[in-house]
RNA sequence: GGCGCCGUACCCAAGUGGCUAAGGGAGCAGUCUGCAAAACUGCGAUGCAGCGGUUCGAACCCGCUCGGCGCCUCCA
């Protein structure tokens, strides 16, 4: 297996620390408001990869955290007019909502820096005490000259980094890249007691102490959105390094950008997506939606840009579409028996090997997806002859066998819907009576009657049935033997 | 200004030294069909931003130019 390295800026065998165990951390979210698409590609492609390193029969150890106290915490608190800590929880607890409905499974632990307060300040303590940083009234900081490696993972050096520097620099500080690792409270802040006086953790050191507290000194990934590069993780090297004289996390795995119009999606820019928005505005159900939201987010190598508009989720619905009507027509009773041909096991091991292939070189998912496509090719090539009940299923059983890995192909079949998707209404008349409310039974009974009318040559009523159905967004598909069926 | 990434067909997107440049979406044509739909088959970049160079051989390596983006400030 392949994995590149952002600390070595290339691709590298990927060798755990310790046997098949693979201990990695993600940088979460701070709590203070609704996620967008940019944290959900985040969460989504490290999911992936944790399940695919599980699925290589890796044994995983996943920690991804919350930062639950920060200035933006306690600014949207004002703003709400609630406790800091409700601002928190409620925005955890939304996080958490969001990925479960797109299927992220949930980390080993999801630590939170509140509960890490004493880990947090003995790290600090350690930092002071070999010279790493120093106090200036209630607050700590880092001294980063003081760290020799600083500046390897960005690849900057601090000449570099002085020059461009654009922040106002606060005068007491020993060097304008000293960063906060403790910041005093001011009145009215909440407040965590310290050797330094009461305050509050600065963002950087949360991630040291938890992935150590929780992974150990050294562990094999750290993984977060490549805005994190800078200062973020190189902070995170600084701190933990100087504190334990030992490496820090072994592979940097950083995720690219989710962009609008080619721009990356971001508060401070305002073209950001919710989750919950797009939920709330997708035409489908939450399931399929999500699994459309995957395909998606899996169809750009997950080092790459990934730019976001209607055209390219509703390409991401098509090409599933596509699969689970193949799958669908799997599951439907055999005409015709014939034989297992030795092409066809050939085929299904041929695109076994060629999805490992693709996952194993960096966990290339749209190499993978293209695979599975490929796959789909295939079989409906050998379904136009007929293939055997044993063929069938061993397809039906590879797609969610290979496809859990990527959080694919998990739904039944008779669970997907054919419409288009949108997140906008787009024709009241259509939108306003689309097949929701149309139960099965009814469907089913307006589709027996067209295959009567048809049986009697009636082609006028059976179209007419037809031309109905579509406007409420079901499509008929005539089989050979005189049957229909149909989808939403 | 510094550091870094990228530019592959109408759209999206793999490929990073050597078979006919994957795959998806959209499109067109054919097979099938009462007509459709779906599926299948075929068509679609003599060329990978442009120009030079290295090489027996380059989308892939090197240089320059043009264009886009990210980071250098909170950011997934």
């Known amino acids: 297996m392949k994995i590149y390295n952002t600390l070595t800026n290339k691709k590298e065998a990927f060798e755990p620390l310790e046997n098949n165990l693979v201990r990695m951390y993600v940088c979460g979210v701070t709590a203070y408001d609704d996620c967008h698409l940019g944290h959900a590609r985040s969460a989504v492609v490290f999911d992936v990869i944790r399940r695919y390193l599980t699925f290589r029969g890796y044994q995983v150890k996943f920690v ?35 990925m479960n409905r797109l299927q992220v499974s949930i980390p080993d632990v999801e630590p939170r820096a509140t509960d890490h307060m004493q880990e947090i300040i003995e790290m600090i303590k350690a ?72 305050g509050r953790p600065g963002w950087h050191i949360e991630c040291s102490a938890m992935s150590i507290r929780h992974l150990g000194e050294t562990f094999d990934l750290h993984g977060g959105g490549k805005d994190l590069i800078f200062p973020h993780h190189e902070n995170e090297i600084a701190q933990s390094s100087a504190v334990t004289g030992k490496a820090f996390a072994k592979y940097w795995l950083h995720n690219g950008m989710v962009t609008v119009d080619e721009e990356k999606m971001s508060k401070s820019l305002g073209n950001f997506f919710t989750i919950k928005d797009i939920f709330a505005k997708s035409n489908s159900s939450e399931s399929i939606t999500a699994e459309t939201l995957r395909y998606f987010l899996l169809s750009t190598h997950y080092r790459s840009d990934l730019n976001f508009s209607n055209q390219a989720v509703s390409a991401a619905k098509a090409a599933l579409d596509n699969l689970y009507g193949l799958f669908q027509r799997l599951e439907e009773p055999t005409c015709g028996e014939t034989a297992d041909t030795k092409s066809f096991q050939g085929m299904i091991e041929g695109f076994k090997s060629a999805f490992l292939h693709a996952m194993d070189d960096d966990f290339n998912t749209p190499k993978a997806l293209g695979e599975f496509q490929r796959l789909r090719s295939e079989v409906n090539g050998y379904l136009q002859s007929g293939l055997s009940k044993g063929s069938r299923k061993n397809v039906l059983e590879t797609f969610p066998q290979l496809g859990e890995p990527l959080g694919l192909f998990q739904m039944a079949p008779k669970e997907w819907e054919f419409r288009p998707m949108s997140f906008a209404v787009t024709q009241p008349g259509l939108q306003a009576d689309s097949g929701q409310i149309l139960t099965d039974d009814w469907i089913e009974r307006q589709v027996q009657k067209r295959v009567e009318a048809r049986e009697r040559k009636d082609f006028a009523t059976a179209d007419q049935i037809r031309k109905n159905l579509a406007a409420q967004g079901i499509t008929i598909e005539d089989r050979p033997d005189g049957t229909s069926r149909w989808k939403r």
């Open 64 to 98: 991804r955290n919350f930062t639950d106290i920060d200035d933006k915490i306690l600014n949207r608190a004002v703003e709400e007019g609630i406790p800091w800590n409700e601002v928190s929880a409620k925005y955890i607890e939304a996080y958490s909502h969001d």
């Open 127 to 198: 930092l002071v005490e070999k010279g790493h940083a120093y106090r200036i009234d209630g607050d700590v900081y880092y001294h980063v000259p003081s760290f020799e490696g600083y500046g390897r993972l960005a690849r900057r050096n601090l000449d570099e980094l002085q020059a461009g520097a654009r922040v106002e620099v606060d005068e007491r500080k020993r060097d304008p890249m000293d960063f906060a690792l403790w910041k005093g409270a001011k009145p009215g802040e909440p407040a965590w007691q310290s050797p330094w006086g009461p």
